[in-house]
């Protein structure tokens, strides 16, 4: 694949954190399906888009977590 670079073990293991976290944040099927996203990213190890979306996804995850500012379902 051109263009892609490896994700480092440490940029990895945050975006796996951010998925597990993002189950608790989200408790719907919203939050599966940002946890299995997130996953999918980390797992495949490769930064294969320049737009940062993911890494900012699992970024503010990570920012929420720390606040405890949780999303509630309706």
């Known amino acids: 694949m051109n263009g892609t670079e490896r994700m480092s073990f440490t940029e990895q293991h945050e975006i796996r954190t951010a998925a597990a976290r993002a189950r608790r944040l989200f408790p719907s099927r919203v939050g599966e399906l940002v946890s299995r996203e997130l996953m999918a990213y980390a797992d495949f190890g490769h930064r294969f888009t320049r737009d940062a979306l993911i890494p900012d996804l699992a970024a503010w995850?990570?920012?929420?977590?720390?606040?405890?500012?949780?999303?509630r379902g309706s």
Not at 61 to 71: G, Y
């Open 61 to 71: 995850i990570l920012e929420s977590e720390q606040t405890d500012h949780r999303v």
